[in-house]
């Protein structure tokens, strides 16, 4: 019996996941990887797990699944494919921590199974707190599973509470690098472009979140999952623009006081936390340097113009599947935006639409959400036909 953590990545070929392994790389003693799973990029996934060894691994989409099967036979590396795998492999009796790095939905029933097995959850993937937060949250304090956030803002205000978790919070503030259209009017973005749109100032991410960025979807998603991590009401969660990147987040307590977690942006961090809390291993990681770094700075946002700010907000007053319609709506309306079928602006009004329109469910269960979340897909997907 080692003492090493075993690891399940869901999602290794992804910017969350290529890092994760980057972090584990650097403590071959403190983790062993289990699990690795890949949407599409086999090439990767097979480089990877020659790499790792892991004893099991899956790929989602169907077409190299006996290749990937005849490069890792030879290793004693089990290979599954589709989706539904994806639920399977994270319940291996040498798993401790599974983290859950997929894009959007896809990882809400995975992320589910692993709870539903009592492992540890380290959270890359908000959508499964935005979709059915309420129903993961229940299930992981009656199965006394502790979700541990890898989202950088969640990551600090979980830094901050270190030490704190018996002290109620007053409120707590998201920080947000504003992304590449910070300070627009609404006229202004209505004809700015995918290629603008990617082009974030402060993180390097994937194409998903990097639009959301821009259109602060990301950031709304943000607030819901604090909520649900934290325990809190929407009035106690602010978002304020912080365009250096610096402070992760800021946590007020009942006497006023605040505390702020700071540090260069780097996704490796977050993720290396989520991996040894409650400890912190050393690492080469690069140092803030004041002498490069003469000013932070504080702004608010327009909700009038980032409408999606605003529409997380309605979400949670909402309650019940308004959240889950949310971010299907989006989901869809960014991939149309992705593929030069609809304009910025438009990504907004399809959201809006989506979820004013279709209905809502009150105390939802699992298949309420998957319901919930077709019909807002293809409402949201008819409202992308008609405008292109
Ligand atoms: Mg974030």
Known sequence: MSGKKGIAILGSTGSIGTQALEVVSAFPDSFDIQVLTANTNADLLIEQAKKFKPNQVVI??????????????????????????????????????????????????????????????????K??????????????????????????????????????????????????????????????????????????????????????????MNKGFEVIEAKWLFNL????????????????????????????????????????????YPDRFESDFPRLD????????????????????DLAYQAMDRAGTAACSLNAANEIAVDAFLNDRIKFLQIFEINERTMREVRSIDKPTLADYIAVNNESRNFAQELVNQIS
């Open 233 to 276: 009401k929407p009035n106690q969660i602010d978002v304020v623009v912080h365009p250096q990147s610096i402070i992760h987040s800021i946590v007020q307590f009942e006497d006023g006081s605040m505390k702020a977690q700071m540090g260069l942006p780097d996704m490796k961090l977050p993720i290396q936390y989520a991996l040894t």
């Open 127 to 216: 959508e499964t707190l935005v979709v059915a937060g309420e129903l993961v949250t229940q299930r992981a304090y009656e199965k006394g599973v502790n979700i541990y956030p890898v989202d950088s803002e969640h990551s600090a205000i979980f830094q901050c509470l270190t030490g704190e978790f018996h002290n109620p919070i007053e409120k707590i503030y998201l920080t947000a690098s504003g992304g590449p259209f910070r300070g627009r009017t609404a006229s202004e973005l209505q004809a700015v472009t995918r290629e603008q749109a990617l082009k974030h100032p402060n993180w390097e991410m994937g194409h998903k979140i990097t639009i959301d960025s821009a259109t602060l």
């Open 60 to 125: 989602a989409d169907e077409n190299d699944y006996t290749r990937i099967k005849n490069e890792l036979w030879p290793l004693d590396i089990h290979v599954y494919c589709g989706h539904d795998s994806l639920s399977q492999v994270v319940e291996g009796n040498d798993i401790d921590i599974v983290l859950s790095a997929l894009v959007g939905y896809s990882g809400l029933e995975p992320t589910l199974s692993a709870i539903e097995a009592g492992k540890t959850i380290a959270l890359a993937n």
């Open 290 to 309: 004041f002498n490069k770094l003469s000013q932070l700075t504080f702004e608010q946002v327009d909700r009038n113009v980032f409408k999606n700010l």
